[in-house]
């Protein structure tokens, strides 16, 4: 699933590709996209005429903002956009085709089919689902030490479920979390509030570390991520533990070792990362 980095490549590329066009009409082929409104006619018809502004995001979400209207986008598991010549021929699983005025079309493509669409009123998206309770933005200026602390220190959740919730903080994913925590020296299944005072330091500085360099790097491409404009993000290379069961750990040359922790999938250097 794309994480943070991902979404914040494809919002670039996206941002580059559609800003300023303009929609002619839009074309649902599967309805389970669309999220809101219900009425996949009605979706299509509020979009005809508007111009696309900017492209934003919150957490994993993208926020196609347009002149009076918003449109809230989660990838899910393989959702990916592209843009093509409208002559060009229409692939497979795609289900949703923004035709532009120019000639060009914004194609959402989706195997899974497990992508989301939500059109808002703008302002209106950040009080209602999916956005609503969405935690800190952690490549935001408001992303602080203390605001780390005050959502986290006090649970006693394992400190890596608790990083995964998008509650408290937005963007991480399975993969961010494990090289974060790695970065850290922090055991995952370490109780949040047993943290010392400079391991919320590491952490934090891990978390904005590992999230920079892997959208400067233009994420990872686990299993069949391609950005928005169908290239593979390099992050991946740099990736320290996610992956890397029975390999030697870069630090310390002992053996990465792979446990379930919260029911995923979770790598990490026992002698590292000590509970
Ligand atoms: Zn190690």
């Not at 089919?113 to 800190?136: I, S, V, Y």
């Amino acid at each position: 699933m794309p994480e943070l980095p991902e979404v914040e490549t494809v919002r670039r590329t996206l941002t580059q590709l559609i800003t300023g066009k303009k929609i002619k009409k839009v074309t649902v082929n599967l309805a389970r996209i669309i999220q809101r409104p219900d009425d996949t006619k009605l979706f299509s018809q509020e979009l005809e005429g508007h111009v696309i502004t900017c492209v934003g995001r919150r957490g994993k979400f993208l926020r196609i903002e347009m002149d009076n209207l918003v449109l809230v986008s989660h990838l899910r598991m393989e959702g990916r956009y592209g843009l093509y010549r409208s002559d060009e021929p229409v692939e497979k699983h795609t289900h949703v085709i923004f035709h532009f005025t120019d000639g060009t079309e914004l194609r959402y493509r989706d195997v899974r089919q497990f992508g989301t669409m939500h059109l808002f009123a703008p302002g209106e998206e950040f009080r209602n689902k999916p956005l609503q309770k969405l935690g800190l933005e952690p490549l935001d200026e408001g992303f602080t030490l203390e605001a780390l602390r005050k959502v986290l220190a006090g649970r006693k959740t394992k400190i890596k479920v608790a990083l995964l919730n998008q509650e408290y903080i937005v963007g991480l994913g399975n993969i961010y979390v494990d090289e974060a925590l790695f970065r850290a020296g922090i055991h995952p299944e370490r109780p949040a509030d047993s943290l010392r005072d400079e391991e919320w330091t590491a952490l934090y500085q891990s978390i904005i570390s590992t999230l920079t360099e892997a959208v400067e790097a233009g994420g990872s491409s686990i299993k069949s991520y391609v950005n928005g404009q169908g290239e593979m993000g390099m992050f991946q290379q740099q990736l320290q533990i996610y992956g890397r069961k029975n390999e030697s750990c870069s630090r310390c040359g002992g053996v990465i070792e792979k446990s379930v922790v919260g029911g995923r999938g979770t790598h990490y250097c026992p002698r590292c990362q000590q509970l």
